[in-house]
């Protein structure tokens, strides 16, 4: 079956600018979550949605939001990008959430 | 929160070597999991583990929940190994999330 799809691979954004990332979580997975990973932080769990609902959030100002629609595919949305906004962004799919988890190959964010 | 200790950061070795790693973690877990991530980025689920034994080729892994700890083994090293390992847990209830470890640098030389 397919994997966790990622969209899109790279990005290069402006400070001050927004951006969107997508996911699309292994068929019949209902979970989706977003890790940020960066070289001094190291992986940081930003947020986890299940059947459109944000059960659970991470430690990240409001600047990064996220959704989920009703296929299970996730975004997520960084406002007013800052530089240290430049990371791996990883999303997740499980089909409960608690466990038997499965990366996607990551959006790489570079803020300039 | 639950803290996730990795040992060593950074291990180097030649080919055909083994190699073990370490994963501490404080408090109870209800899953654990193994990663490697390759150069461009990609977690790959090596193995889910909360407790037990698993082997799969060069690979195995060992839980010991009741003493907190995991153990990876990699057996006959190869170069196509190099790259970061990690460690993942779940404490359970409502939290939704893994916590990683920082990681166990792998550079397997020819």
């Known amino acids: 079956k397919a994997g966790v799809t990622q969209t899109p691979r790279y990005l290069i954004k402006t400070r001050g600018q927004q951006v969107t990332l997508s996911c699309s979580p292994i068929?019949?997975?209902?979970?989706v979550s977003w890790y940020q990973q960066t070289p001094g932080q190291g992986l940081q769990f930003l947020f986890e949605?299940?059947?459109?609902?944000?059960?659970n959030k991470g430690n990240f100002p409001g600047r990064f939001s996220g959704r989920q629609f009703s296929n299970s595919r996730s975004e997520m949305n960084v406002s007013t990008l800052e530089l240290g906004d430049s990371a791996l962004y990883l999303c997740a799919s499980s089909s409960t959430g608690q466990g038997g988890y499965t990366f996607g190959s990551g959006t790489r964010l570079t803020v300039v | 929160g639950i803290q996730v200790e990795q040992s060593p950061p950074d291990l180097i070795l030649q080919e055909g070597a083994n190699s073990t790693l370490r994963c501490n973690f404080s408090d109870s877990v209800n899953n654990l999991q193994w990663f490697h991530q390759n150069p461009w980025g990609q977690l790959i689920n090596l193995f889910y583990i909360p407790s037990g034994t698993k082997q799969n080729g060069r690979l195995s892994a060992t839980t010991v929940a009741t003493e907190r700890y995991s153990l990876l083994y990699i057996s006959s090293s190869q170069t196509t190994d190099s790259g970061v390992y990690f460690c993942a847990v779940y404490s359970g209830g409502s939290n939704y999330k893994l916590t990683f470890g920082k990681g166990t640098l792998l550079t397997v030389n020819p």
């Open positions: 068929s019949g997975h209902r979970s």
């Open positions: 949605y299940f059947s459109e609902t944000q059960r």
